[in-house]
């Protein structure tokens, strides 16, 4: 079967997804086979993918793909995250764009649109998947809303409630006032902003001046509720118990004393804010304080702010500092860059608030997930991370005032609470309004999408996964979670192993984001330079746990480095016409030197690269690949094989052309695809052909050979370091042991071939050539004569005239670099030129020297 004379990547990779899908090559459910398992980890319907989705499932797809070709029934299950918080805030602004919002709708109708935002986006990931060749078992796509995942759900939830696990309280939360919700502290990112610490006065009620306090968030004074000092700090024994007013208020507070204080920070004063503050919220519960609210779930400021009603927090900020400053009681503004919270979703900044939200109590979940044997992480310096996070947990925040998400199956009736799925059969029951995290639905995700609670036949097979693949950034958002709810309902981890990535940042370090502008779409890339050049790039540039550089350069040496395995594949094909399928049989007494050779470097590489294939060091795995499909394959035993008439050098073209093809499958599966089927094969496609292993042909005989081959490669250096062309004949005289000698001698064709030699002896001991170049290696030396390579008369002319100009430009260097006038007028980067010229020419003339001698005798 012909092949294009040029690899062109948007003729080989289009119709193969719908080949691969037509022919149910994703399928599993072969039970004569051991099943294997990776669970997409499910991504948010709220986008399109981008290269951090490209990077995670290529490495998943690497994966099952190879495991398909071992032998596996491996099922790569695809699937979507609902993402409440994240998706309700992409359709409350499209709603705000179109003038309303849900309120308008109502929660039913609201919910209708949500649910037709998720089809439109489902069919763009859906898409982007096919573009990127995963092999998904279509058959098993789940959603964390389908009504399965639902019930999982709803079990969880009622089964730790009923458990004491989860439980409703007042504590400070991350309050989201744009989305109107609560956030977990794992969905807040930290971010260094500008801002200022703020010294105001609380003036004494009964007394002349006043304590001076340290805030950054002046605003939430009107909450205040004490006045805090340590209650060994000197300076201000004598202020215990004294009463204070709220600056621009009549409400007055107490000076109460607590060891939290921090004598040496700000004026050594502190206002305490329990319903604003999770660390004022501890002091509150101590001292058994009022904890009111002073501003409203937007944002704006509440009555309690007084003039300030209505105010959103940063203006009312603005103006209250004015108005300090105006009242005297404004003592300074001190500038300070500090870490504050933002939603990671919708980029606001957080306001920590007092609220009544529903819990997981985390002490006993995250004690039996912190057995040794659990899950094995790859690399395996996360599993410290991971067990330092468990080990410090706080109870988890799982309540969000949404409407898009997994609703919460309680009910009220005045002060009644009913936990399960239907409401009580009496009348007056009102289901809670609030909607679960999306991490609690994911949590449970590689077992719900296998029909947990029922114990399904998938369930059974496929759960636990082999391996989860994720980013070091969602270990304690998803990983964590799923390995203790996996514990708690089916007393089993997860997954065997969990292989962690890092981040893709771009070429200068900085992660990739919309505000920086240098994000880079999959999609264009593929169009660009074809999904194996992306596939191969991103699987091989990085070592486990480590972040990864787009590189666009890197992205088109891999399109050439499959272009030569293009190139290579056609000229086997083109030169093995001849060969039948029945007739690729390896057969070692009909094999020459370089069919051995081939072989032996063939079978040590596939056990190295299947050792790092098996520890998730794909890149390492890819580089023994290109070295020897680059190196010993192409340079050397292709070039090889055009001296040969032998039908076994053809059978051994095919069998390792098909070897490599096979092995690259997993990093580039359209190409390979395409070649294997223009290959003498059998089978249907390559993904239903066997993966490579030792076939046990290693032939110690070629195992110390490859001083044969760095003897050519030396003579080759000397040719091109003379300039002598390669139509240009030249003299070879090699002395070495008998045995060295006899294998020279019976493949000195290759030394025709690679060298082109005119005089050429090989003899165990050689008189003394005069005038030669050598090149000495063990066991063995060469003698090239010099006249051989060049006229020597005119080489020692023109070498001693390069002597004379290097030895006259030095003197120029030096003297412009003694001369102050130079070094003083000339701009730097001047005077730098001049200093590397003069090393360079330094440098230059020692070699030249010696090359005269040489040429000298």
Sequence with gaps: MEMNKKYNHIEVENGKYDFWLENKLFASGDKSKEPFTIVIPPPNVTGKLHLGHTWDNTLQDLIIRRKKMQGYDALYLPGMDHAGIATQAKVDAKLRSQGISRYDLGREEYLKIAWEWKTEY??????????????????????????????????????????????????????????????????????????????????????????????????????????????????????????????????????????????????????????????????????????????????????????????????????????LKDLNLLQKIEPITHAVGHSERTRVIVEPRLSEQWFVKMDELAKQALDDNIVEFVPDRFKKIFVNWMEGIEDWCISRQLWWGHRIPVWYKGDQIYCGLEAPTEAGWIQDTDVLDTWFSSALWPFSTLGWPEISEDFKRYFPNDVMVTGYDIIFFWVARMIFQSLEFTKKSPFKYVYIHGLIRDTEGRKMSKSLGNGVDPIDVIEKYGADSLRYFITTNSSPGQDLRYDEEKVESSWNYINKIWNISRYVIMNTEDVAVDEIILNEKEMSFPEKWIMTKLNLMLDQANYYFDKFEFGEAAKLIYNFTWHDFASWYVEMSKLSENKQTKVVLVHVINTVVKLLHPFMPFVTEEIFQKLPNKELSIMVSEWPVNNGMVFEETNNKDWFFELIKKIRTIRNDYQVAWSKPIDMFIQTNKSDQTFLENNDKYFIRFLNPNKFEIKENLEKIENAVSVILPNIQAFIPLGSLVNIEEEITKVTNEINRLENEIKRCTKMLINPNFLNKAPTHKVEEEKSKLKKYETSLIETKARLKELKG
């Excluded at 009504?147 to 089964?159: C, Q």
């Excluded at 304590?211 to 805090?228: K, N, Q």
């Excluded at 118990?241 to 709220?246: F, H, T």
Aim: aromatic letters at 10%.
């Design 122 to 323: 489902a069919k763009h990931i859906r898409k982007q998947w096919r573009c990127m060749g995963l092999a998904l078992d279509y058959s098993k796509e789940r959603f964390t809303l389908d009504e399965g995942l639902s019930n999982a759900v709803n079990k969880v939830f009622i089964d730790f409630y009923n458990k004491g696990y989860i439980y409703r309280g007042k504590r400070i939360i991350n309050w989201d006032i744009q989305a109107k919700t609560a956030l977990s502290n794992i969905e807040i990112e930290h971010q260094d902003v500008q801002g200022a610490l703020y010294y105001i006065t609380y003036p004494f009620v009964d007394m002349e001046g006043g304590l001076t306090v340290a805030t950054t968030r002046p605003e939430t004074m009107f909450g205040d509720t004490a006045i805090m000092v340590h209650p060994d700090d000197e300076r201000f024994l004598d202020i215990h118990g004294k009463q204070v007013y709220i600056p621009t208020t009549k409400t007055k507070i107490t000076v109460i004393t607590d060891k939290y204080v921090d004598k040496e920070f700000g004026t050594g004063i502190v206002k305490v804010t329990p319903a604003h503050d999770p660390n004022d919220f501890m002091v509150g519960k101590r001292h058994n304080l009022d904890m009111p609210l002073c501003m409203n779930e937007d944002g704006t400021m509440n009555e309690l702010a007084g003039t300030y009603f209505g105010m959103e927090r940063f203006a009312c900020r603005k103006k209250l500092v004015e108005d």
